[in-house]
């Protein structure tokens, strides 16, 4: 596997209006991670190793092999998405949370990191063909729905 | 097999490899003699691209006889689908979730 080129992330940043005590429950009990994000396996404990599971997607299992990096309650939460096996495109991204109290409720922050860029210079050597690329590309998407 | 999309652009950049991987596309299998015949270009140097082609996972191949025939893999194109974009439009609608979540517990 490659480790080269620019790595991309993904940032939200929400004001909500409940304490971080409260949000903290909703990110690390398996119970209230199922109601909004996903069936899990999840333990706030650095080095578990849990699943994620969705409905499968063409080139995607629908499974995410996760593992707890960083539990600081109720400021930072850390695990990384996925360990290459999942996907067509062997995705390993990092996902953390920061939670801070303002205003009476929390600024949440979600971060994933790691998206791997198509690099720049292949882009460009491309040309003309990639017009052609994403036709076929929409046919594959037209072929498995 | 796991194919970095870097992989696949550099095996689509070339724009033989990307005629070769239409025409497969477009007219379903085709034996190497057949591929040469149209391409203005050598046996070997074809052999060649198919070879960069089935290692990007772009193509497959299959022995008959004593001719070697290619596919196409049109699916070894969806890692170039973009994970940020289905990430984005994923996290947008997890975290209105969340704060649904939020609003129904007690404390």
Request: glycine share 10%.
């Given at each position: 596997m490659s480790d080269s080129g620019p790595r991309r992330s993904l940032v939200f940043e929400r004001q909500m209006k409940h304490p971080p005590e409260k949000v903290w429950r909703a990110l690390t009990e398996s119970y209230l991670i199922a109601e909004w994000l996903m069936e899990n396996d999840f333990v706030p404990k650095v080095g578990h190793r849990f699943t994620m599971r969705a409905v499968p997607l063409p080139g995607w299992s629908g499974i995410v092999n996760?593992?707890?990096?960083?539990?600081?309650?109720?400021?930072?939460?850390?695990?990384?998405?996925?360990?290459?096996?999942?996907?067509?495109?062997?995705?390993?991204?990092?996902?953390?949370?920061?939670?801070?109290?303002?205003?009476?409720?929390?600024l949440v922050r979600m971060e994933q990191s790691g998206f791997r860029a198509p690099d720049e210079l292949a882009?460009?050597?491309m040309g003309k063909g990639w017009p052609r690329v994403l036709e076929l590309l929409d046919n594959v998407a037209a072929r498995t729905n | 097999m796991h194919v970095q999309p870097d992989h696949l652009f550099a095996a689509l950049a070339d724009p033989t490899r990307r005629s070769i991987f239409e025409r497969l596309s477009r007219d379903g299998e085709q034996p190497v003699r057949a591929l040469t015949a149209g391409a203005g270009v050598s046996q070997p140097a074809i052999s060649k691209h198919?070879?960069?082609?089935?290692?990007?996972?772009?193509?497959?191949?299959?022995?008959?006889?004593?001719?070697?025939?290619?596919?196409?893999n049109p699916k070894a194109l969806q890692p170039l689908v973009d994970w940020l974009s289905f990430y984005a439009a994923f996290w947008?609608?997890?975290?209105?979730?969340?704060?649904?979540l939020l609003d129904r517990m007690d404390q």
């Open positions: 996760c593992e707890v990096l960083a539990v600081e309650p109720p400021h930072r939460l850390s695990y990384r998405w996925g360990d290459g096996t999942e996907s067509d495109s062997g995705l390993v991204t990092v996902v953390t949370w920061t939670l801070t109290a303002r205003d009476g409720g929390t882009f460009k050597r | 198919l070879n960069v082609l089935k290692q990007a996972g772009l193509v497959r191949d299959r022995r008959a006889g004593r001719e070697t025939h290619y596919s196409a947008s609608q997890r975290l209105d979730e969340l704060e649904d």
